[in-house]
Each structure stands twice: as structure tokens, then as C-alpha cells.
């Protein structure tokens, strides 16, 4: 390797002479910018080395063009004329400075400059390509969700099954009393301060308008959350103050329990102060077909008039 480096720096130190001596030849003529490509490619290929490949032509080629070029500046043509005037001192620090420029043409070449824009066009690619992947993913995903969302319903929710609670005139009660009925059911607590009066009242209003709309008869179920104050006496003045053919249902703890999980209800206790405390719990209605399976449920965001038009919608579509 330091063999072929030395051989190239000689190789340029030769070419150097050859353009120290064209620098003192008088033409004035055509610029020389146009015409030392030509002249001095000859003598380039008596340099060069057969073996030595293209690429080093072509560094030899940018070497020696750059300093032809620098040779024609007015900027340098003015220190030459006065050079001829001069002693022989002056010239060979002319060739000197002419030597140095000659080193800093090929260590400032467009090598590093092409490979740098060769590099961004690459990752320029590259980000393009993967932001092509991702928007192509993307549209799947969501071709792939809507195809879910409209397709056919598949099954059942497991919504609903068999209890047996006692109803508000102190009567046992099973899902088996309500079969042949459209049933509304609503869980809660006579306790409740706000929130179950005013999902009572909203679904017994519903039931009124189905009945003038429709004509079909919907039957009201209220169950209680809190079997440990919702006594049937208790839960039987409750529902009397929102609807005469509202059915108040409570029972033990274990079965309370029960008929929750089988409707995937929450309730939970919250902070107790002696016997006075809140029960949490989903706000949800359920409405249940004439088999007492579950067709669907209603939440705290519809009004009386979409709980009625909802329901009458799920009915018709019951039928066909």
C-alpha cells in the first residue's frame, strides 16, 4: 500500500513540471480553461498506469483540470508576468504555491460531497418506503374493522338466565312468570337519591309511549342492589310512586348476587356510616324478549323518546 501511494505522489509531482513548464509558455490566446483539458490528457495517459483503474483517472483528470483553471485566473496571471522579470527564486516559489494548490484540488474533490447526497437520497428512500408501509397497514386495519363492524351479528350475549327473588306483594318470582311478555328491567335501590328516580320515571314513560305508539305492552321490572335495606315492604312503596304496574323484585344477598352476575350488573357498597351508605352500580336497561332472552340494552344517555322508538325498532325487527 505505501508503495502504490509513494508511485502516485511521484506520479503527480511529474505532473506538476509539465504545468510549471506550460505556465511559462506565452499564450494568450483562447483561454486555457477551454483548450488544457485537451492537451494535457495525452500526457495524462503517458502518467497513469495502465493497471491503476478508472477511478484514478478520473482524480488525475480533477487534478489537473483544477489547476489548469487556477493557471488562467487573472488573479494569478499577474504574479507570473511579474515572475519572468524576476530572478529563478521567484519562479520556483511560483511552482511551489502552484504545488500546493495542485494537493488541496484533490484532498477537496466532490468525492465526499457526491457520497453525502447519495447518503440523503438513500435515507430519503428509505423514510418514504416505511411511510408507505405504514400508511398501507393502517388501511387495512381499518378496512378490517369496518368489515367487523358491519357484518353479521354472531350469537347471543350471554345476558340474563334464570332467578327466584320475591316480588313487592311478598311473591316468589321466576323468569319463567314473565315468558310471553316484553320485559323492561332496571337495576338500582330505594336509597338512591337521584339517579335511580330519574331512570324510573324515564323508563316508565317509555312504557306509556310504546303502549300509545305501538300498541305493545311492556312490562316494567325494578330489582333491587341493596337486599340488606330493600325489604319487600320497602321496595313495595317504592314502586308505587312511579308506575301502577311497575314490579318491585328483592331477595336474600346470595340471590341478589345471582340474578347480577347472570345480567353482568355491577353493584358495590361505598362508604358506610352506621346503616346509612350508597350502592354503586351500572345504569343500564335491559330489554328482554318474550322468551326472556336478552335483545338489548339501553344506557343513561337515552332519553324517553329514544328509549321508546328503540325499543318499538328492536320489536319490529323481533317479528320479521
Given at each position: ?15 506538476n513540471r509539465c504545468l510549471s513548464q506550460f505556465r511559462r509558455l506565452p499564450i494568450r490566446s483562447p483561454p486555457l480553461a477551454d483548450t488544457a483539458p485537451l492537451r494535457t490528457l495525452p500526457i495524462l495517459q503517458s502518467v497513469v498506469p495502465l493497471g491503476f483503474g ?267
Open positions: 500500500m505505501a508503495t502504490i501511494i509513494s508511485r502516485n505522489v511521484n506520479h503527480l509531482r511529474y505532473v478508472i477511478q484514478s483517472l478520473a482524480i488525475y483528470q480533477r487534478c489537473l483540470f483544477g489547476t489548469s483553471t487556477a493557471s488562467v485566473n487573472p488573479e494569478n496571471q499577474a504574479p507570473n508576468s511579474s515572475g519572468e522579470a524576476n530572478s529563478g527564486n521567484g519562479k520556483h516559489s511560483g511552482g511551489s504555491h502552484q504545488s500546493n494548490e495542485s494537493g488541496k484540488s484533490v484532498r477537496g474533490g466532490p468525492v465526499s460531497w457526491l457520497s453525502f447526497l447519495l447518503l440523503i437520497a438513500t435515507g430519503a428512500g428509505l423514510i418514504f418506503y416505511y411511510d408507505k408501509q405504514k400508511k398501507q397497514h393502517i388501511e387495512e386495519i381499518t378496512s378490517a374493522s369496518e368489515a367487523v363492524k358491519q357484518g353479521p351479528s354472531v350469537g347471543q350475549a350471554a345476558i340474563g338466565g334464570p332467578f327466584n327473588l320475591i316480588n313487592h306483594d311478598g311473591k316468589h318470582v321466576t323468569e319463567k312468570d314473565l315468558l310471553g311478555k316484553w320485559t323492561l328491567i332496571y337495576f338500582g335501590f330505594t336509597h338512591c337519591p337521584d339517579i335511580c328516580p330519574e331512570e324510573l320515571q324515564k323508563l316508565v314513560a317509555a312504557v306509556d309511549k310504546i303502549k300509545e305508539k305501538a300498541g305493545i305492552e311492556i312490562v316494567p321490572v325494578f330489582i333491587s342492589v341493596d337486599p340488606e335495606r330493600d325489604t319487600v315492604e320497602q321496595v313495595g312503596e317504592y314502586v308505587k310512586e312511579f308506575h301502577p304496574k311497575l314490579i318491585g323484585l328483592t331477595g336474600t344477598p346470595d340471590e341478589i348476587r345471582s340474578v347480577a352476575r347472570a345480567y353482568r350488573v355491577y353493584y358495590m357498597k361505598t362508604a358506610e356510616e352506621d346503616s346509612d351508605y350508597l350502592v354503586d352500580h351500572s345504569i343500564v336497561m335491559y330489554l328482554m324478549g318474550p322468551d326472556m332472552k336478552f335483545v338489548k340494552f339501553f344506557g343513561k344517555n337515552n332519553d324517553v323518546d329514544s328509549l321508546a322508538d328503540g325499543v318499538i325498532k328492536e320489536i319490529k325487527q323481533y317479528k320479521k
